[in-house]
């Protein structure tokens, strides 16, 4: 997992999956937390994500125009679910959080 990619185990789909996903959020960029560009901002966006999103139902909105990337991993916009059952954009949060920039 990385600030702005991780694995997703789908439960539910309304498109042919696999079991276990690679999304990277859309329209974001974190700094990175691995090889010779890695900083301290690209691991606080790490922790951000995962308290967030690990062991967390979320729902994806797969970019239907990109699908995924190079790299294959799923472009989508994540939402959270909150207590009072609104949903919160997940790719903001990272965003407002500053860990992130927009693309």
């Not at 996903?21 to 691995?34: G, S, Y």
């Not at 797969?62 to 059952?85: C, F, H």
Request: aromatic share 8%.
């Amino acid at each position: 997992m990385d600030g702005d990619t991780f694995d997703l185990e789908v439960q539910e789909s309304d498109r042919p999956l696999d079991d276990i996903i690679r999304v990277r959020l859309d329209d974001i960029d974190c700094p990175v937390t691995r090889g010779p560009k890695a900083c301290s901002e690209g691991k606080a966006a790490t922790d951000y994500a995962r308290s967030w999103l690990l062991n967390q139902y979320v729902y994806l909105d797969l970019d239907d125009k990109t699908g995924r990337d190079p790299y294959d991993r799923w472009m989508a916009v994540v939402y959270i679910v909150e207590p009072n059952g609104e949903l919160r954009i997940f790719n903001r949060m990272l965003v407002d959080a500053c860990h992130c920039k927009d693309r």
